[in-house]
């Protein structure tokens, strides 16, 4: 049986990249996003290209549809190898003009559902005594900017919860990590194109011990 990995906040760049290197070495993909019809694209190229690729639908700040969406991946595919969060809401909007309603709002996707996903494959991993959690940070997280304060919040919080979690859990054989992104994703950039970014995940996957952030 071969191990899964689960990737929430699927997308056309790094989510699919991800998908591509995590199946190069005979994972089978899951795809956690709230969009059918591109969910369904990105199965059909995967497909095309000889991966094994399945798709569930959850809002990425909507605890219930995740904890649904996960029931469903364990049920029908087992538990996963490597869960990789990858949601994010990336507001351009100024502090200065932000709303505590939109604040709160983007929270859940940018960090709130990812402890919900640890939350719902934790235990599964434990019994197994295996499993990685990674998580899509930012340079936001870093070096905050005005215009984007909901994305900075988001990308320190996410660091935070790797941070923590990767304390939590450094007796266990549970791995925990964040790829903090310092640049614009883009494939036509020589340093951060998908490709090149998703091997970070891998090696962070791959690695024997080691620290529980990459900055790239």
């Not at 049986?1 to 290197?21: D, H, K, P, Q, S």
């Not at 809002?59 to 995740?66: H, I, K, V």
């Not at 049920?75 to 990858?86: H, K, S």
């Not at 990685?132 to 900017?145: K, M, Q």
Request: hydrophobic fraction near 45%; aromatic fraction near 8%; charged fraction near 15%.
């Amino acid at each position: 049986m071969t191990e899964l990995c689960v990737i929430v906040g699927m997308g056309e760049g790094n989510g699919m990249a991800i998908a591509r290197r995590f199946a190069k070495e005979g994972f089978t993909i899951a795809m956690v996003a709230r969009n059918e019809g591109k969910l369904q694209g990105y199965q059909a190229t995967l497909q095309s290209e000889g991966i094994a690729a399945h798709y569930f639908l959850a809002d990425a700040g909507d605890e219930a549809a995740l904890t649904a969406a996960f029931d469903q991946i364990q049920a029908q595919l087992g538990t996963p190898g490597v869960l990789v969060y990858n949601a994010a809401v990336p507001r351009m909007e100024s502090v200065l003009q932000t709303r505590y309603d939109t604040l709160v709002s983007d929270f859940r996707a940018n960090v709130a559902g990812a402890i919900a996903c640890v939350q719902a494959v934790l235990p599964a991993m434990q019994a197994a005594q295996k499993g990685t959690i990674l998580f899509t940070g930012g340079g936001f997280a870093l070096y905050p900017h005005p215009d984007f304060v909901s994305l900075s919040i988001g990308k320190a919080g996410i660091r935070v919860l790797a941070n923590t979690l990767h304390a939590a859990l450094a007796d266990s054989p549970i791995k925990v990590g964040t790829i903090t992104i310092a640049g614009t994703v883009n494939s036509d950039d020589p340093r951060y194109s998908s490709d090149l970014i998703a091997e970070e995940y891998w090696k962070l996957h791959s690695a024997e011990g080691g620290e529980y952030e990459t900055v790239y």
